[in-house]
């Protein structure tokens, strides 16, 4: 397919954006050596702070047998270093260099774990440590890495001899001293915010003059300045991204407590706006939804993060900086998205789902998002970026964003929807709803897509209706050829059956069961696969409205609550 103008320009802009960057970053670090970023060894560590993530001793335990289960993958070392294999597997390098594995030795709670934790922090000291420039040193993984060894420091450093103790700390100060480095040169987004905390860490678990904990709080402050919007959102639009910040800063802030050090003066508001954005986008079942890059959360690291939420209150209605909607009567939920993608490298993690939706009731899911793989694997992510992976509609099987192929500017929006326009159709007493257009299609196609969607002040029914409209916002022409296809993709857990009548049945494994009927359309049930599952990808059914745009240029549906779920016992 041929690039737009509109395209093409912006695409020329994002191209020199990224070349003045990459200068400016070449310029400001210079030459990468470890000789260069060498300084004063700090005596000791100050503190050592908490980790909020889960683990579990049985893992430990398989590690040191030398079998490494991460990012989906086991990989059985055979007594080898797994830091001087040959590992292709870029998502398992990611978990096994940024030493997250490492609370799991502590889980374990015996000297074994402890001794096999240093003999591993000593071997990767003594093949990656002094490298500076390979994998292992992108920031995202430094910055991990740091927060996970200060953290477990006191496992890994008891019943340590001198010389350990020296070159575990040197290393810390060699990584800390080059990722202050190049946290200047990092674009806004998540991986500078994530540098800036683990620096804000390291000026409190590291002996540092006043004036090096100040200018980390400033930088940190900065971060909350230009990234957590005012209603809280991410400017990513990625709500895993509230919970793995927040899973960083809630131990920060208690390390500033505990050291007696002043916070950064944004981080008390911006961390309560943090949770905030974080109940908005939790279902009844209090799972996370699946919009723009969001993927499956145990319940235990969401219950983790969420017991330290000091502030009250019902979720918002809307998020209107993050642009996302919330519907909630009792205990149905219906959110959804109704903005544009963020610009430049914090779109990388954007998905072309503008307008889709997502429905629950109680403790079941009923319509989602595929979400994004847990695991990274490389076809699933591009697979669960297109359009087709989300509760909305597609024109003539093209996603709504275009996305880089350029491995020089990365998985960022180059084009699509650039425009959408929202309107409240709240009525008190009656329904919650919203319309909201966008213009996707517009540049390709020359049409425009328009949602409107209402939940009942019964809790009871959701409606829906889909416009193709033409750019004048008038029906398209009788004769336009594009084909569409609204698509309801059901939760995995959900069982769906075809009723006499034509309608889809979905029912739950509680017996609440809810109906889906469409008007002069037959619902279409298909396979499907839902992305975002803690096991890995999964076999699921879609629900899909096939119409053709000239001749239907709109479409209605329902979903109707016809029973409801058992008492519990």
Not at 498 to 522: C, I, K, P, Y
Request: glycine share 8%; with cysteine; charged share 20%.
């Amino acid at each position: 397919m041929a690039i737009s103008i509109p395209d093409l320009h912006r695409l020329s802009l994002l191209y020199g954006v990224e070349f003045w960057r990459r200068f400016n970053r070449c310029a400001a670090i210079g030459r990468i050596s470890a000789l260069r970023f060498a300084g004063a060894m700090p005596d000791r560590l100050v503190v050592a702070p908490i980790d909020l993530r889960m683990a579990d001793a049985h893992i430990a335990a398989e590690i040191y047998a030398g079998r490494f289960a991460m990012a989906g993958r086991m990989i059985d070392t055979g007594g080898e270093s797994p830091f001087q294999m040959d590992i292709q597997d870029q998502a398992f390098l990611r978990s096994l260099h940024s030493f997250g594995w490492l609370r799991h030795m502590r889980a374990a709670d015996h000297e074994l774990a402890f001794a096999n934790a240093r003999a591993l922090v000593d071997d990767w000291i003594s093949v990656e440590g002094r490298r500076l420039n390979g994998f292992s040193y992108r920031p995202e993984i430094v910055a991990t890495r740091l927060i996970a060894w200060f953290s477990h420091s006191p496992i890994v450093l008891r019943g340590a001899d001198h010389g350990f103790y020296r070159r575990f700390l040197r290393s810390i100060a060699l990584q800390t001293r080059y990722l202050r480095r190049v946290s200047a040169s990092l674009p806004i987004g998540s991986t500078r915010f994530q540098t800036r905390i683990a620096l804000a860490m390291a000026s409190l678990c590291l002996p540092a003059s006043q004036g090096t904990i100040r200018a980390a709080a400033r930088n940190l402050d900065h971060e909350f300045d230009q990234q957590i919007l005012a209603d809280g959102g991410h400017i990513s639009r990625n709500p895993m991204v509230l919970i793995e910040l927040l899973t960083d800063l809630l131990p920060l802030r208690q390390t500033y407590v505990n050291t007696g050090q002043n916070p950064p003066r944004n981080m008390a508001a911006g961390m309560d706006r943090l949770f905030s954005a974080l109940r908005f986008f939790r279902h009844a079942s209090g799972e996370l939804a699946l919009f723009n890059g969001a993927s499956a959360v145990s319940a235990d690291r969401m219950l983790a993060v969420l017991r330290y939420d000091e502030t009250s209150g019902a979720p918002f209605r809307e998020m209107p900086h993050s642009n996302y909607q919330r519907l909630s009567v009792g205990d149905v939920v219906v959110l959804a998205d109704t903005g544009a993608p963020p610009s430049g490298i914090a779109s990388e993690t954007a998905h072309a789902g503008c307008l889709s939706f997502e429905m629950s009731s109680g403790a079941n899911r009923y319509i989602v998002n595929a979400g994004a793989p847990v695991f990274r694997d490389p076809d699933h992510v591009e697979f669960s970026r297109m359009t087709a992976a989300h509760s909305t509609v597609v024109l003539n099987d093209t996603s709504s964003l275009r996305f880089s192929q350029s491995s020089y500017l990365g998985p960022i929006v180059t084009g699509g929807v650039s425009k959408v326009d929202v309107e409240s159709l709240d009525e008190a007493g009656k329904h919650q709803g919203f319309s909201a257009t966008h213009n996707g299609y517009a540049t390709q196609m020359k049409l425009l897509h328009r949602r409107k969607i209402r939940l009942l002040a019964s809790g009871h029914e959701v409606q829906g209706r889909d416009y193709i409209l033409g750019p004048d916002g008038n029906a398209p022409s009788p004769d336009n050829p594009a084909v569409a296809v609204a698509r309801f993709h059901v939760h995995p857990s959900i069982v769906v059956n075809r009723d006499e009548d034509g309608a889809v049945s979905l029912t739950a494994a509680d017996g609440e069961n809810w109906r889906f009927l469409a008007r002069d359309l037959t619902p279409e049930i298909e396979e499907d696969v839902h992305f975002a599952d803690l096991a890995g990808a999964r076999a699921s059914k879609q629900i899909a409205l096939t119409f053709k745009v000239g001749e239907t240029p709109e479409i209605a549906w329902k979903l109707v609550r016809t029973v409801l779920p058992r008492a519990r016992d």
